[in-house]
């Protein structure tokens, strides 16, 4: 690494968060969740928001999350990100690259205030990105979405299999209902979610799915 390189303890990056969640009480209670990886040197944190709830379409609530992610081995930037989980089928739900979102190098110093205000944008943004989720459940999944979709998450020809074999849990609608015209986008997006979500076991993999699916 360069002389410049400065560790960022995974515990010092979950804890930056945290100080400003508590600094932000219309978050509410808030459950966290992290993943060790790499023999140390990648960490994975969720933060979800039980009681900030949204509803898609009736009875699929889904709730905020913050994605923290660190690295030891110089593969990550520390990285802070909002997303969503899916209550319904416990899918985790990625947010496209425009919304709030903060990165820093490693040869920066950990600002606080900035990850704060950047929480605060990202909860007052969420909800236009709700606005768009309901959206996607009252239109059809077109074939040139779908094949966008696939082009951007660039599946190994075994991913893609598992993913036609996918049943939507809420819907038992499949990828080749879409030939019906009964897969709405809303639909498509969480068939792809659950599979990123329960089928992919590797993390760093996982991670990489994430990232390519934000574009979709």
Not at 28 to 39: L, N
Not at 55 to 83: A, C, H, L, M
Not at 129 to 137: C, H, L, M, N, V
Request: aromatic fraction near 12%.
């Amino acid at each position: 690494v360069s002389p410049g390189y400065q560790l960022v303890k995974h515990e010092d990056a979950i804890e930056t968060v945290i100080q400003a969640i508590d600094k932000s009480p219309e978050f509410g209670k808030y459950d966290i969740e992290t993943d060790i990886f790499g023999g140390g040197g990648k960490m994975k944190t969720k933060i979800t928001f039980p009681d900030v709830k949204y509803n898609i379409g009736k009875g699929d609530p889904i709730y905020p999350t913050i994605d923290i992610k660190n690295s030891y081995d110089t593969g990550w930037q520390y990285e802070v990100r909002f997303g969503a989980f899916r209550l319904i089928c416990s899918n985790g739900l990625v947010i496209g690259k425009s919304f709030a979102f903060y990165v820093k190098k490693h040869t920066q110093s950990l600002d606080q205030e900035a990850v704060q205000q950047i929480l605060i944008k990202g909860m007052e943004e969420f909800s236009e990105q709700t606005g768009i989720w309901k959206k996607w459940a009252d239109r059809v999944t077109t074939s040139s979405e779908y094949e966008y979709a696939m082009k951007e998450l660039d599946l190994t020809k075994k991913e893609q299999e598992a993913v036609h074999e996918q049943v939507e849990i809420s819907s038992n609608l499949m990828l080749d209902d879409m030939k019906t015209k009964s897969l709405s986008y809303w639909v498509f997006f969480n068939i792809l979610s659950q599979y990123i979500t329960h089928h992919v076991t590797r993390p760093i993999r996982k991670a990489k799915l994430e990232s390519r699916a934000r574009k979709i």
